[in-house]
């Protein structure tokens, strides 16, 4: 939610900033920063419900797709997804 919720856009140069990651260098930038609507907490709880109502079928449709943690290092990531692709671990059946 944190993640999402706080995302925002600076309308004269189309840079993306975080409020908590990555905030606008000057406060001016900062005083005209604007969200997007989809980011609004109200709407990113009803995208998450959607996506946790479905989930479960997604999951039986997509038998032999793998988990990726994305709470890491980009290029672990990039690895790790790399090494799934290239040589595959077995699948659960």
Do not use: W
Not at 18 to 23: I, L, M, V
Not at 26 to 41: G, K, V
Not at 61 to 81: K, L
Request: proline share 9%.
């Amino acid at each position: 939610m944190e993640r999402l919720s706080q995302r925002r856009t600076d309308p004269i140069t189309g840079q993306r900033y975080h409020t908590t990651f990555r905030p606008a260098p000057t406060p001016e930038i900062q005083a005209r920063l604007r969200q997007n609507p989809r980011d609004e907490e109200e709407n990113i709880e009803k995208r998450l419900e959607t996506y946790y109502r479905n989930v479960k079928d997604l999951e039986d449709f997509y038998e032999e797709a793998f988990y990726v943690n994305a709470d890491q290092d980009p290029y672990v990531v990039f690895e790790f997804i790399e090494s799934c692709i290239i040589k595959p671990l077995p699948c659960r059946k």
